[in-house]
């Protein structure tokens, strides 16, 4: 069955430290992937999304991810984080699923950022 | 407009009562969707509606009731519901249900069964 991993449920880090929050998803055929965020309140919204092409996809807030296929892996990054990025991550995975696609989720990770 | 709009934001309902959440997405997206949330998970797929038609369903209890009026809106009607159906349900609309650009997400309806 499809399934995207999230390993990391939890990190903590300090205002300019840099972030790599890790994805691995399974899924043999071709595959749509994307990171959403919900800051604490609000509803989810659309960071990044891979399609195909130049696998390093750059998103909204400085925030880009690397689609790595041999690994199975979309890893998401950004060089210097700030307190407003507190938040939760979420990767994803859009699947074939008969007549229609669907998008799964992982698990999740919870960023803090410590000012 | 670029928003996904559901109402109620906050819903208290008892074990007895019949309810409907409503979504509202005015950008001619033809597929869209409920999911539920409860705290500190992913969101769970529950139904998607493509083109106005069910096309997937996620072995939701009958308590559960969908229905797509429109290309626009959507309901999710709630009866006989139970205290662990307590989450956030949220609504969402993509461009349609084969090729996804991502989707856009309501704010959510958080939903108390007592």
């Known amino acids: 069955a499809q399934s995207v991993s999230q390993h990391n449920h939890h990190v903590i880090l300090s205002e300019a430290a840099s972030l790599e929050l890790g994805c691995n998803y399974s899924y043999g055929g071709t595959v749509n992937l994307f990171w959403y965020v919900q800051y604490p309140g609000q509803h989810l919204q659309l960071l990044l999304k891979?399609?195909?092409?130049?696998?390093l996809v750059k998103g909204i807030k400085g925030f880009e991810a690397e689609f790595i296929k041999s690994k199975f892996s979309f890893n998401l990054r950004k060089p210097s984080v700030q307190w407003s990025d507190t938040a939760e991550y979420f990767c994803a995975v859009n699947v074939l699923y008969s007549s229609a696609s669907k998008i799964i989720f992982g698990s999740g990770t919870r960023l803090s950022i410590r000012p | 407009d670029t928003e996904v709009t559901q109402t109620p934001k906050h819903l208290v309902m008892g074990m007895t009562n019949k309810k409907s959440l409503k979504c509202e997405q005015h950008?001619?997206?033809?597929?869209m969707y409920w999911y539920k949330q409860k705290a500190k998970k992913p969101p769970e797929l529950m139904f998607v509606?493509?083109?106005?038609?069910?096309?997937i369903n996620e072995s939701v209890p009958s308590r559960f009731s969908p229905e797509c009026p429109n290309s626009s809106l959507l309901n999710l009607h709630l009866h006989a519901l139970q205290p662990e159906d307590s989450a956030l349900y949220l609504c969402a609309s993509s461009q349609d249900s084969d090729h996804h650009y991502g989707y856009t997400f309501g704010s959510g309806t958080r939903l108390t069964v007592v």
């Open positions: 509606y493509s083109y106005e038609k069910l096309s």
């Open positions: 950008m001619g997206h033809r597929a």
């Open positions: 891979y399609f195909s092409g130049d696998p």
